[in-house]
């Protein structure tokens, strides 16, 4: 038989998604160090590099030992819902009862729930750009559509978002407008006023909004304004959050969606769909986490705030790149138009060179839907002071190297 029969063709929102970026920069640099032997500097992927707090480890320790391994109620234990609850409220004020939590594995799955609990076929989704990639694929998966907003590039300080652009976005078929803030990929900080724009678009036009609020903890400027900060969050609202990034917990799997009371039948019938319950030991840990101490967190982030000042001193010393200090995440994305210009490279050209000749991962910024990034890298911190100090004293070779061509 020649070709595959019809029933074996992938379906066509399968086909569409693009996976993860980071991911892929991750198995081409192992290559490169095996092909080349050569160390790598890695600018690539955004977990942080240090190891889950014992007292977490612990707890899930322990939680296994006593035999706490089975099913869990879907929307996870009712100790890690209430703890979940009294950490956003202690922060948010937005008085979250546990009933309005459901706990996913990881927070892309509280993204899918999120978005697929909500959109349908035809529905418009503006997502502000650049964005983390996974918002727009669920969205393509729902066989819905995602329209893209940019987000303001300001020379010297980073990305705003530009409610203008999002209202000109906006159509009748619009259901819903993505938000994250902290931002992946640019570090920028959204000011409580630009999150006022939004909740304001999203009363008036009676339009959901749904944040993803993965890097809350990771602040080291200015003011972070929750969705849930707003009274009314409940009738404009679906936030989403985790412990990955806050509490170095990547590989665990520990995220969760924060909607109202109402809707949650119909999350919680989704996710016993999709994956019954978030791994039992997991919630013990995350249990752990948010009740016990924080000084590894803040520890942590102080070192992040340092190396948000160190990465971006190193850059701008290098011609071509305009950098600004981030203030959140743990990202920099600094426009590299007159780079390109000068070396007549496209971005994936330069990021390839880097990796390639010096061994240095970055992003290239169209990783990131849309294109508002096409000529910005991403930079993720999450790395020690000395790789930042050695990489980017790699790119300004590499960049010398390349003007010296010309
Ligand atoms: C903005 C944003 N949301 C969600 C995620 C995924 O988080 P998790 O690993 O908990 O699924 C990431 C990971 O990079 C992220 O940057």
Redesign the pocket.
Known sequence: MTGNPPSLNLSPEVLSIMGET?FAYLAKAREIKEKKGIPIYSFGI?QPDFPTPKHIVEAAKQALDEGFTGYTETAGIPELREAIADYLNERYHGEVSPEEIVVTP????A?YLALASYITEGDEVVIVEPS?Y?YAMVVKMRRGKPVFAAADFVPGKGFVINTDKILEKITGKTKAIVI?NPH?PTGSIFSPSQIDGLVEIAREKGILLVS?E??DNFVFQGKFKSLLEYEDWRDTSVV?N????TFSM?GW???YVVARKEVIPRLKALAVTMYSCATSFVQKAGVAALRGDWTPVREMVQEFKERAELLHNELSKIPGFESYLPHGAFYLYPRISSLLEMTGLTTEEFVNYLLEEKGVVILPGASFPDKAGVNHVRFSFATSKDVIKKGTSLIREAVEELLNKQ
């Not at 990881?106 to 799955?109: I, S, V």
């Not at 985790?242 to 990034?245: D, P």
């Open positions: 980071g955004g990881g927070a892309k799955t993204i983390y996974a994250n992946n993803d993965i890097y989403v985790g412990f990955s990034k990547t799997r520990l995220g």
